[in-house]
């Protein structure tokens, strides 16, 4: 996906009517799943990362402090897609 990103990063850069092209294509409902699909893939693996780096670093290996820390990985990272997707859908 970062190479579609990338081309349509440089779209937007391009003249003010290939932005504005864009705008109504990222204007649309299924794109804007797609954005927030993408978000929340990328806030999780985010957060699964930091967890996997204190597991290493042999903090809360048991299998009760495992199971919460996924499970907050979990929460945070769909609480903060909603936040996100408040925003992409201009509720804030």
């Known amino acids: ?29 299924l794109v804007k799943l797609v954005v927030l699909a993408l978000v929340w893939a990328i806030l999780h693996h985010l957060f699964a990362g930091i967890r996997y780096l204190a597991l290493d670093l042999h903090v809360g290996i048991a299998k009760e402090p495992s ?11 769909l609480a ?4 996100a997707a408040l925003w992409l859908f201009g509720v804030i």
């Open 1 to 29: 996906m970062l190479p579609v990103l990338l081309w349509m990063f440089e779209l937007s850069l391009k003249t003010e009517s290939t932005y504005a092209r864009l705008r109504v294509v990222f204007g649309g409902v």
């Open 67 to 77: 199971t919460r820390s996924a499970l907050a990985v979990f929460a945070v990272s």
């Open 80 to 83: 903060l897609a909603l936040i």
